[in-house]
């Protein structure tokens, strides 16, 4: 199975300040298809980004994800306070369509 | 407004079985496939398992596959996941998924305590 490992674990910022998030995989992600979800304390997660780089409705333009092959980013302009949550990368191009563990961004 | 709504989670004892299942609104159905993704308290998602739109392909993750089978009824706009022989780390918040490739949707999650 493709295992995505997300660095780093934590990440503490301001609000205003920009982040980047990475999820290495063990093997090429077939045609660049990974998603990245954001979940908040108590809630189901979100979809943020699909085929690595296409924002989902209603997304705001502050994300963005980029990469190919094995690596992977998202991207976040300008913190805002409600950013401030677990985000997930999956990989769905190979099945099992695996998660990565997480990144906590949590606020400086 | 799409809407995913689970239910059937409980406690069971280990080796129990239980069947969730997942109520679909505000989208045509049987145009997409779907997905079971569950959360162990404190721990990240994990993808358990997913059935095309006609429910003629279904894939499992290795953790579950041989004890949980996912299935569908478009007639009814509905999901379901059989959960047999559960183990203790079966515990878990099960979510339904809307699957567009990748999760587009997802619901609030039912929750399954498999305790003694």
């Known amino acids: 199975e493709v295992v995505l490992t997300q660095s780093p674990g934590t990440l503490s910022l301001s609000p205003g300040e920009g982040a980047a998030l990475s999820c290495r995989a063990s093997?090429?992600?077939?045609?660049?298809?990974l998603a990245w979800h954001q979940q908040k304390p108590g809630q189901a997660p979100r979809l943020l980004i699909y085929?690595?780089?296409s924002r989902a409705t209603g997304i705001p333009d502050r994300f963005s994800g980029s990469g190919s092959g094995t690596d992977f980013t998202l991207t976040i302009s300008r913190l805002e306070p409600e950013d401030f949550a677990v985000y997930y990368c999956?990989?769905?191009?190979?099945?099992?369509?695996?998660f990565g563990q997480g990144t906590k961004l949590e606020i400086k | 407004e799409v809407q995913l709504v689970e239910s059937g989670g409980g406690v069971v004892r280990p080796g129990g079985s239980l069947r969730l299942s997942c109520a679909a609104s505000?989208?045509?159905?049987?145009?997409?496939?779907m997905t079971w993704v569950r959360q162990a308290p404190l721990k990240g998602l994990e993808w358990v398992a997913g059935?095309?739109?006609?429910?003629?392909?279904?894939s499992y993750a290795d953790s579950v596959r041989g004890r949980f089978t996912i299935s569908r009824n478009n007639a009814k706009n509905s999901l379901y996941l059989q959960m047999n022989s559960l183990r203790d780390e079966d515990t878990a918040l099960y979510y339904c998924?809307?699957?567009?490739?990748?999760?587009?949707?997802w619901g609030q999650g039912t929750m399954v305590t498999v305790s003694s």
């Open positions: 085929g690595a780089s």
């Open positions: 505000g989208f045509t159905f049987d145009d997409y496939g």
């Open positions: 999956q990989q769905y191009g190979t099945s099992p369509y695996t």
């Open positions: 059935i095309s739109w006609n429910g003629d392909t279904t």
């Open positions: 093997q090429s992600v077939i045609s660049s298809y």
């Open positions: 998924a809307r699957r567009n490739g990748y999760p587009d949707m």
